[in-house]
């Protein structure tokens, strides 16, 4: 096995996140992680898979206002990872199977304005030029 075949990740539309998902289960690989970045004007999600010793992640940048599908209906242990984006990043993540409905993190919406902790806020005053943190 080359070190290409060992670890791939392919940039797809958030609309093909459940096809592909479910493809890959169907070919015994199972769930490792879900990442998420905050990006510029939005968020970049990362679900990655592994097989024996491969390694594939699925990759897509969302919108702060994009629905986000769960693939809780695929691999039920997703769950957790998607609340907690939802929760630290404010993402709208569509039908997860065990929705805590904001509860994962005791987190205040603070001056994201609803947007999650770990989103982009842009700050305004004296010591700041306006910029994005």
Do not use: H
Request: net charge negative; glycine share 12%.
């Amino acid at each position: 096995m080359t070190e290409k075949e060992i670890q791939t990740i392919d940039e797809i539309e958030p609309g093909r996140l459940l096809p592909e998902t479910d493809a890959l289960r169907s070919a015994g690989w199972r769930l490792v992680q879900v990442l998420c970045i905050s990006s510029p004007g939005g968020s970049e999600l990362s679900y990655s898979f592994g097989r024996g010793l491969a390694m594939k992640s699925l990759r897509f940048r969302a919108l702060p206002d994009d629905e986000v599908p769960s693939i809780t209906s695929i691999y039920p242990a997703a769950f957790l990872y998607e609340n907690e984006i939802r929760d630290l990043f404010g993402l709208r993540i569509e039908r997860i199977g065990a929705d805590w409905l904001g509860k994962v993190y005791d987190v205040a919406s603070g001056p994201t304005g609803g947007g999650g902790p770990f989103s982009k806020v842009t700050i305004t005053g004296p010591r700041s030029e306006g910029g994005t943190i």
